[in-house]
């Protein structure tokens, strides 16, 4: 059974624009999590989607936004992008049968210039 | 809002050796989730152990096992046979089941992570 992978492994952006990750959740796991992973900052909760609809957002800004698409797959949006949004991004998904237990994908790294 | 204090930054342990991790909380929910993760140097988040906290029995996974104290909410991770792999930062972590809340429904709040160093 294929683990939850996460695109692009890397990615380098500069001050203003925007950055793009990708989910796919393990087959069967209708939910998606998003974490951010900082220098200094530990690891935060982000976002939770479940069916298409967002269900719980962590304390960050609007700029941070995302989406579920119907393949249960995920997308997570970072617009005007700021030098402090360089982390490691974390995506995790989790089962109907088992909803408390999330399992985590390979992260994104993210570097802003 | 839930807290996770890990105090011990880094450890060390030998091969073969036995380590106990530390873990407290904060939260005034009386039926929870408790977790452990690990990160190796690849950072793929691992799953450990699992351990609900309306179940009084230990949770254990082969060489790894929990002391859940409820009354004074530790919640610490016992490796034996430590093996040079299990080098890694390890974290805890708490969930609230989402039945019960649903401001941080699904929000697993981290500790701040023990680095652990198997030594051959």
């Known amino acids: 059974e294929a683990g939850v992978t996460q695109s692009p492994t890397h990615l380098i952006k500069t001050r203003g624009q925007q950055a793009t990750l990708r989910c796919s959740p393990i087959s069967g796991h209708t939910s998606v999590y998003w974490y951010q992973q900082a220098l200094g900052l530990g690891l935060q909760f982000l976002l939770w989607?479940?069916?298409?609809?967002?269900?719980n957002r962590g304390n960050f800004p609007p700029r941070f936004s995302g989406r579920q698409f119907p393949n249960y797959s995920s997308e997570l949006n970072v617009n005007a992008l700021e030098l402090e949004d360089s982390a490691l991004y974390l995506c995790?998904?989790?089962?109907?049968?088992?909803?408390?237990?999330?399992?985590f994908g390979p992260g994104t790294r993210l570097l802003v210039l | 809002a839930q807290t996770v204090t890990q105090s011990q930054p880094e450890m060390s342990v030998q091969e073969a050796e036995t380590v106990t991790l530390s873990c407290t909380y904060d939260t005034s929910e009386n039926n929870y989730y408790l977790f452990w993760y690990k990160q190796p140097p690849s950072r793929q988040m691992i799953l450990v152990i699992r351990q609900e906290a309306y179940k009084q029995q230990n949770a254990t996974e082969n060489r790894f096992s929990v002391n859940f104290q409820k009354a004074a909410k530790s919640f610490s991770l016992k490796i034996s046979d430590s093996q040079l792999g299990d080098t890694a930062m390890y974290f805890c972590?708490?969930?609230?089941?989402?039945?019960?809340?649903?401001?941080?429904?699904?929000?697993?709040?981290f500790g701040s992570g023990t680095q652990l160093t198997v030594l051959p």
């Open positions: 972590a708490f969930m609230k089941p989402s039945a019960i809340s649903s401001g941080s429904a699904r929000q697993l709040t």
């Open positions: 989607y479940d069916e298409g609809e967002e269900r």
């Open positions: 995790a998904s989790s089962s109907d049968r088992s909803q408390e237990t999330q399992y």
